[in-house]
Each structure stands twice: as structure tokens, then as C-alpha cells.
């Protein structure tokens, strides 16, 4: 009976332990927007975001972030997608890293992974088309359920 209750005692540390490891990670995760622009263009319009990783961890597995776009397109609906990571794509509706930078300049070190400092431009294609003189929403989130949100009007 000890023994049950030793163990059981030994799983419920442990998960605390998980707990309070994903809260620091979650603490220590931070996203800034620096800039969103969009293109109107015949087809799907061309949306860059780009973000700043001001946190003190490092960010990857971008298949896993969630892209929201909510706008108003051409004819006055109001739209809400959710956008698939696709590596290499160029299809509409779908997006992908554009590149990831430090101080302007191409990464060198832990490629393909957003450091603390580092930037990153995510691009996609807006089909359909994002209305004129409207203002419309992106918002960004991690892994680790930390949001960013940012705003863009074509």
C-alpha cells in the first residue's frame, strides 16, 4: 500500500513539474509584429507578415502555428480562414516562411528555426480578395498557445 501511494506521489510531482515547465516556456515566449502589408492584385492578393521573436526562446515547427486571416473581402463578407503551414507553396490560402533574418541580414546560424532577435516574414495569398478601404486582422499563434495580433488594410 505504501508503495502504491509512493508512486502515485512520485506521477503527481512529475506532472507538475511538466506544468510548470510548459508555464516557463509560455512566459519566456514572446512574438512582436513589425509590419503587415498587402497587395491588391488580380487573383489572390499577396499578404506579408512580419514578426519578431522578443522572447528568450526559440521558435520552429512552424506546422504547428496557426494562421487566422479575418477580413472583408471584394464583396462585403466578412471571411475567417485558418491557413495551413505548406512548405514551398504558392497556392492561395495557404502559407509559408519567406525568410527568417537578423538585423536585416540572412540567417546563418540554426537555420530554419526563429531565434530570440531573429525575424520572420510569412507570406500567403488571400483568395478571394481582400476588399478596398477595409481594415482586417491576422492573428499568429505558437505552439505553445502564445498570440500574436496584427492589422492590415490594402
Do not use: H
Not at 508512486?7 to 506532472?15: I, K, P
Not at 477595409?134 to 492573428?139: A, G, K, Q, R, Y
Request: hydrophobic fraction near 35%.
Amino acid at each position: 500500500m505504501s508503495n502504491g501511494f509512493m508512486t502515485s506521489l512520485d506521477s503527481g510531482t512529475a506532472r507538475l513539474e511538466e506544468v510548470g515547465n510548459r508555464d516557463n516556456a509560455i512566459m519566456r515566449t514572446d512574438l512582436a509584429p513589425v509590419s503587415t502589408n498587402i497587395t491588391a492584385a488580380p487573383g489572390p492578393d499577396p499578404l506579408q507578415v512580419i514578426l519578431e521573436n522578443t522572447g528568450q526562446t526559440k521558435l520552429s515547427d512552424f506546422s504547428k502555428w496557426d494562421v487566422i486571416v479575418q477580413y472583408f473581402d471584394d464583396s462585403g463578407n466578412y471571411t475567417v480562414k485558418w491557413l495551413p503551414y505548406v512548405e514551398g507553396s504558392s497556392s492561395p490560402n495557404e502559407w509559408d516562411v519567406g525568410w527568417i533574418k537578423m538585423n536585416g541580414k540572412p540567417e546563418v546560424f540554426d537555420k530554419g528555426v526563429l531565434n530570440p532577435g531573429e525575424q520572420i516574414m510569412i507570406e500567403t495569398r488571400i483568395d478571394p480578395s481582400v476588399g478596398v478601404d477595409t481594415t482586417n486582422m491576422v492573428v499568429i499563434s505558437t505552439p505553445s498557445g502564445v498570440t500574436c495580433t496584427t492589422y492590415f488594410s490594402p
